[in-house]
């Protein structure tokens, strides 16, 4: 019996492996994650007088709780959004008791016509509980989800309204890919961003060429506001409340796609936020697995096998696979010292798992800024310490379910978000 089991858990990684690998070739060969300009033509061309008559209606919004440093940077980059004033609705969901970020959002120079949406106290003080509620108050046709820190590409809003406008109704949700920016001097947010790059560049795009299930990160994510409704919004009590969305979505038969103008934010430039922000969505990956196995007939007749399969090792790898980095690698290094040799299977998943992870980094860096590239140099140092994430993460599940770990932010310390990274993008 144990034999066959442990059969059994070395084909799974060795599945898990394989697929990630095809994924990261596949995006790199294809050009998957790619930018390819977009530009509106003909009778879309913009006009002030027309507006009116051609363009729809974006809700946007953003939650923002304790965020009072970054009020003005989120007001600057809403402004800098490529779309018709009178057809844009922002709202920036704010919670009751947060005194001071209200105050910070009444000062801040946003857009005209911004709605400060106070969420009443009562239910949980999470970033999908605001989401609902704003919602409710939504009047765009279609809605688009920042974080208070984005800086989104000003173009962005228009891409995506333009995959919508050529696609068909089955097309629920645009993801636009995230780009971390290494912040000087910080060795971990170097290693965020290039872990950004390999997953927005390569891997989330391929998923979403073939058709695969896509994880849906909390941001700059476009949706039709009927679909959001039909199917409940998002889970309020969920850490990462877009991918249960999207796996959702996925089991009504509906698509999630990538555009490619991205969004920019900072990364953690400090290890305790790291560890904070990813044992967060390690808790929420899961209960997103948890929610989604509770009647895995049911889930497999929705999704068919392949993509059954798909979700199986995708959302599977992202919470096995740091359980997994620092042991497989303390063994490596012990039998080295100790001329302990393993058998050949694990040798194989050892020799299979490095080369997927150093490939993935080195395609990535075609991506990257200058920032991102000492960073390969300690990623062996790095891939461990989802170890100890992965750890908290589920001592957290256990202990304290529905704490909410929130990221401290910062105003970007320069005014490079467009010009100095989008060159590396193309």
């Not at 033509?41 to 027309?50: M, P, Q």
């Not at 970054?70 to 009751?96: F, G, K, T, Y």
């Not at 740091?322 to 302990?340: D, H, K, N, S, T």
Request: hydrophobic share 50%; proline share 6%.
């Amino acid at each position: 019996m144990a034999y066959g089991l442990g059969i059994i858990c070395l084909l799974v990684l060795l599945a898990m492996l394989l697929l990630r690998l095809f994924l990261i070739i596949y995006g790199f060969a294809s050009g998957a994650g790619r930018r390819s300009g977009f530009a509106m033509t003909g009778s879309e061309t913009f006009s002030v007088a027309a507006a009116d008559q051609i363009w729809p209606v974006y809700s946007v919004l953003v939650p923002a709780y304790q965020e009072v440093p970054v009020m003005e940077q989120l007001a600057a980059a809403l402004c800098r959004l490529n779309w018709p004033a009178a057809r844009l609705e922002i709202q920036i969901l704010l919670e009751a008791e947060d005194e001071a970020t209200c105050r910070a959002a009444c000062a801040a120079a946003f857009p005209a016509g911004t709605r400060l949406t106070i969420v009443p106290p009562g239910g949980p003080r999470t970033k999908p509980n605001a989401l609902n509620f704003g919602l409710g108050r939504a009047l765009g046709e279609f809605i688009c989800v920042y974080d208070a820190e984005d800086r989104p590409l000003p173009e962005q809003l228009r891409e995506a309204y333009g995959r919508f406008r050529q696609s068909d109704p089955g097309l629920a949700c645009l993801k636009a890919p995230l780009i971390g920016r290494a912040v000087c001097g910080s060795w971990i947010s170097g290693h965020w961003a290039l872990e950004y790059l390999v997953n927005f560049k390569l891997i989330q795009p391929a998923l979403a060429r073939l058709g695969l299930p896509v994880s849906l990160g909390g941001t700059s994510n476009y949706f039709r506001t009927s679909v959001l409704r039909e199917h409940g919004g998002w889970d309020a009590w969920n850490f990462t409340e877009d991918a249960d969305l999207g796996y959702r979505l996925l089991r009504h038969s509906l698509r999630i796609e990538m555009i490619t103008s991205p969004t920019f934010e900072d990364a953690p430039d400090r290890f305790p936020v790291w560890l904070s922000q990813r044992s967060r969505w390690l808790k929420g990956f899961m209960k997103t697995w948890g929610v989604l196995m509770r009647t895995p007939g049911q889930l497999l007749s929705e999704l068919g096998g392949l993509q059954f399969i798909c979700l199986q090792l995708t959302l599977g790898s992202a919470i096995l696979g740091p359980f997994l980095v620092a042991p497989l690698m303390l063994g490596f290094i012990i039998g080295l010292c100790f001329g302990i040799f393993w058998s050949l299977p694990g040798w194989i998943l050892l020799c299979l798992g490095l080369t997927v992870l150093i490939l993935g980094d080195i395609m990535a860096l075609r991506f990257a800024s200058y920032h991102c590239w000492p960073s390969l140099l300690t990623r062996c140092a790095y891939w461990p310490l989802h170890t100890l994430a992965a750890i908290k993460a589920a001592w957290e599940l256990v202990r304290c379910p529905w704490f909410w770990a929130k990221t401290p932010l910062r105003p970007s310390s320069k005014e490079e978000s467009f010009e100095c990274w989008t060159g590396s993008l193309a």
